[in-house]
């Protein structure tokens, strides 16, 4: 009979392996905690969270914008067995009544700024406690608690990897969002899976953009930079100038960043781009959503080659990876499978796809979630034999790279061909007056569905839809060419910078260029 895997600390560990070194710069605040002060800050939660009634397998959501806090409850709740719940802070609160009602949390943390909305989530959910942070100030009932706590020591529980740690909801289509479980063994395999080809050491330096309450921000590379003993530096919101300033800055040191393609996108459509010194960088991650190739050949241009990876929540989230030596020569790809995952893609009748043969990408591994909560249902309808139905279109070429295509619910048909629309926006990038594209089927009598196009301009372009289309028409077979073309002046995204096509569908079509 085998025997669980036992969960470990690893910032405890770094605490008496190298308790001075800075772990987490909180650029918000200013505040920087040592592995000392990080390893005490998560003991005095984890005490004062025991104290609330909170054990193990009791929940515990936070609600706010990055911070230093997030680590400090994870850390926390691995030590007393609970589940740590991240908060989407753009939802509405009906959307987040839903959520509070499933996961039922006995403790909500919050930010100072959302403390009407919290008032109003309470008197719905009923939930019993609540902890609030103040920016910057130890005023807050959440700072209180920590110091109250002083030298109070929590019952550490027995955790094991196949213990939940986390509740991460993913949003959906359609119907209510569901709770991804991560457990602890899927945060340590992604540790090892991306750590490694990332090149994390206790000497790595990286710039965390992407919000904490995805999986994007707390473990690419977050958690594997932490597990490694190296220093995170926390942007509480992404702003590009800012960003750029960081990585430029030497006092930083900064080695790797990581973000969904619209951060680097307007990064480089910023001032400060072509001065701005990015020789320190050694690993740029990307990854979210296919990624087009004239950004990538951008920032190649600029010696920085964008290592283009796949994953998703659900699978905590590494799946696959690029190599950085690789990353001219298989421009595009999203790399083979990471150490300790199989991938592969399969036909409508489960059969593996042919070279280059567009198929649904499948996972699976210790890196994969086990189901999801409270919904056993789709739990079942999101394997099969073993393996996770990813939703993404994919191919794999003749050297077993993979190629993302598309989300399979974005692909529509027309006249019988599928289109991808990650490949028309490709061809739009490509035009020097687009600022962002993006493109939906939409319905037609004759083809069944056509192709809608939404373009944001750069200042001072004057491009028509007649100049778009034509451009298209050169670049792509008639039927993925679009039908319109749409001037709009921001593309919907969630706040992981990912672009919301089910809000394109809303949006008023604005036909003519009146810029």
Not at 56 to 67: E, H, S
Not at 203 to 211: D, E, R, S
Not at 303 to 331: F, R, W
Request: charged residues 20%; aromatic residues 6%; proline residues 6%.
């Amino acid at each position: 009979m085998s025997q669980a895997t036992s969960h470990y600390d690893w910032i405890a560990h770094h605490a008496g392996r190298r308790p001075d070194k800075l772990a987490i710069h909180d650029l918000a605040t200013g505040r920087r905690l040592t592995y000392r002060a990080l390893d005490a800050r998560a003991r005095q939660l984890a005490a004062q969270l025991q104290s609330l009634g909170v054990g193990k397998g009791d929940r515990v959501a936070i609600l706010a914008p990055n911070g230093a806090e997030f680590f400090d409850l994870q850390f926390a709740c691995g030590r007393i067995g609970a589940i740590m719940v991240p908060l989407n802070w753009r939802l509405t609160v009906p959307e987040l009544t839903y959520i509070l009602g499933d996961a039922a949390p006995v403790v909500l943390i919050h930010d100072s700024s959302f403390r009407d909305a919290v008032a109003a989530l309470v008197a719905v959910t009923g939930i019993a406690h609540t902890l609030e942070i103040i920016l910057g100030e130890a005023s807050g009932s959440y700072d209180r608690a920590l110091a109250a706590a002083g030298d109070a020591m929590p019952v550490i529980a027995e955790v094991h990897h196949d213990d939940v740690s986390t509740i991460m909801y993913t949003s959906g289509t359609t119907g209510h969002p569901k709770g991804a479980l991560i457990t602890h063994g899927m945060t340590f395999w992604n540790v090892v899976n991306l750590g490694i080809p990332a090149g994390i050491t206790p000497h790595t330096v990286q710039l965390v953009a992407l919000p904490l309450f995805h999986t994007g921000g707390l473990n690419c590379y977050a958690n594997p930079v932490l597990h490694a003993g190296g220093t995170i530096l926390l942007m509480r919101a992404f702003d590009p100038g800012q960003a750029l300033e960081l990585i430029g800055d030497p006092a930083h040191g900064i080695t790797h960043f990581f973000a969904v393609p619209a951060p680097y996108l307007f990064m480089q459509q910023h001032a400060l781009f072509e001065t701005v010194d990015l020789s320190r960088l050694q690993v740029a991650g990307v990854g979210g959503a296919p990624c087009p190739l004239p950004m990538l050949k951008t920032w190649a241009e600029r010696g920085v080659p964008l290592i283009q990876g796949y994953g998703m929540t659900e699978t905590s989230p590494g799946s696959t990876m690029l190599d950085p030596e690789m990353a001219i020569s298989k421009v595009g790809s999203a790399g083979k499978a990471l150490m300790h995952t199989e991938v592969r893609v399969v036909d409508a009748t489960g059969a593996k796809s042919g070279v280059d043969e567009v198929g649904e990408l499948q996972t699976r591994g210790p890196n994969v979630t086990p189901g999801y909560w409270n919904k056993p249902e789709a739990t079942a309808a999101s394997f099969v034999d073993g393996w996770l139905k990813t939703g993404d279109a994919a191919r794999c070429d003749a050297d077993g790279y993979i190629y993302i295509v598309d989300r399979w619910k974005d692909m529509y048909i027309s006249g019988g061909e599928n289109v991808y629309p990650a490949e028309v926006e490709t061809v739009l990038h490509g035009l020097a007056g687009i600022a962002e594209a993006a493109v939906i089927g939409t319905p037609d009598e004759r083809w069944g569905e056509v192709g809608a196009a939404f373009v944001v301009l750069r200042p001072g372009a004057n491009l028509t839809e007649g100049a778009i289309i034509t451009h298209c028409s050169q670049n792509l077979a008639r039927f993925k060419v679009p039908r319109t073309v749409s001037f709009i002046d921001v593309l919907p995204r969630n706040a992981a910078g990912k672009i919301l096509k089910r809000d394109l569908r809303l949006l008023e079509p604005k036909r003519e260029n009146t810029q």
